[in-house]
C-alpha cells in the first residue's frame, strides 16, 4: 500500500487515528463495515456472492488506497478499523480500464484535466462513530492525501437515498439550479441511465429545507464548492440516486492544507465535517 502509509503515517487524535491500509486484512475490515452500512443498514441488496461473503467488494478495490479510520482503544490492525474511505487516482484507474464513476457518467471533461484526479468513494462510518470527530479525522486524512498526491481535482458518485426521482425533486433540482458544474468540468450521465434534474421550478425550491436534508456527504462536498454534474442515476443494486460531484482542490488547499507544511495535526473547521456515507 502507498500515500499515508508511506508518507505522513499515521494521524491522531486521543485513541483515534486515520491513516491508509497496510495490508489485505485492514482491506478486507473496510469491506466488511461496508457490507454492514450499505447492505444490512442502507438497503442494498446483495448478488450472491456478495451476500455469502458479506463483504463489499468489486474489482476497483485492488488498486485502490483505503483509507482508514481506527479506534485503538477497539485493538490495533483489522479490529480496530470504524471508518472507511476508497481513494482512486488517475494512475490506479488506468490499470483497471478506468474510474468507478465511468460506469454511470461520461467523465471526459474531467479526464481532460491536467494534474492529479482523484476518484471518492465507498465512504462509510460504523454507526457508534458518526460523530464530528471521527468525521474530521477522515477528513484530514483525505486532505493530507491530496496534498501528498498533488490532486488538483477529486470527484465521485454522491448518494442521495431511494430509488425515486419525483421523491427527490426538490433537492435535485436545487443542485441542477445552484451547483451545476461548469461546462468544463461538466460530467453528464450516461445514455439510458440519465435522469433530468432539473424536474421542479427553481423558484418554488425551499432552499433551507433542501439543504437541511441533502446527505453530509453531498452538502460536505457543497462547503468546498464542489459541483454535480448534469444527469442524476439510480442505482437500484445500492437503493439510491447517485449524483456525480467535482472538487477543486484549491478550496480544500486554502482551507485544509497550509498546515501540513509545518504540523501535522490540526483540527479543521467544526463546519467542515466530511460526510459518512456514499458509495
Not at 471526459?108 to 494534474?115: D, K, M, R, V, W
Not at 454522491?158 to 461546462?183: N, V, W
Request: with cysteine; glycine share 10%.
Amino acid at each position: 500500500m502507498t500515500g499515508l502509509a508511506t508518507g505522513l503515517g499515521e494521524l491522531r487524535a486521543g485513541a483515534l487515528g486515520v491513516r491508509i491500509a497496510e495490508n489485505a486484512a485492514e482491506v478486507e475490515a473496510a469491506q466488511a463495515l461496508r457490507w454492514r452500512v450499505f447492505y444490512e443498514e442502507m438497503g442494498a441488496r446483495p448478488d450472491p456472492a456478495t451476500a455469502a461473503s458479506r463483504l463489499d467488494i468489486d474489482a476497483y478495490d485492488p488498486v485502490a488506497d483505503h483509507l482508514l479510520v481506527l479506534d485503538h482503544n477497539r485493538g490495533e490492525g483489522a479490529r480496530a478499523v470504524v471508518g472507511t474511505y476508497r481513494l482512486i487516482t488517475r494512475a490506479a484507474a488506468e490499470r483497471v480500464g478506468g474510474f468507478y464513476s465511468a460506469s454511470e457518467y461520461d467523465l471526459s471533461p474531467i479526464l481532460a484535466q491536467e494534474g492529479g484526479l482523484l476518484e471518492l468513494g465507498r465512504s462509510c462510518v460504523d454507526e457508534r462513530y458518526r460523530n464530528r470527530g471521527t468525521l474530521q479525522l477522515l477528513w484530514q486524512g483525505i486532505a493530507a492525501y491530496v496534498f501528498q498526491r498533488r490532486i488538483s481535482l477529486m470527484f465521485g458518485c454522491a448518494s442521495l437515498p431511494g430509488t425515486d426521482p419525483d421523491a427527490l425533486a426538490e433537492s435535485l433540482s436545487y443542485l441542477h439550479a445552484h451547483h451545476l458544474a461548469p461546462p468544463a468540468l461538466r460530467p453528464r450521465a450516461l445514455p439510458g441511465l440519465r435522469v433530468p434534474m432539473d424536474r421542479v421550478e427553481a423558484a418554488s425550491i425551499d432552499t433551507r429545507r433542501v439543504l437541511a436534508g441533502l446527505p453530509p456527504l453531498v452538502k460536505g462536498y457543497l462547503r468546498l464548492g464542489g459541483f454535480v454534474g448534469d444527469g442524476a442515476v439510480v442505482d437500484p443494486q445500492f437503493n439510491t440516486t447517485d449524483v456525480c460531484v467535482v472538487v477543486k482542490t484549491d478550496q480544500v488547499t486554502a482551507k485544509y492544507l497550509k498546515h501540513y507544511e509545518r504540523k501535522v495535526g490540526q483540527q479543521p473547521d467544526d463546519d467542515a465535517a466530511p460526510p459518512e456515507l456514499g458509495a
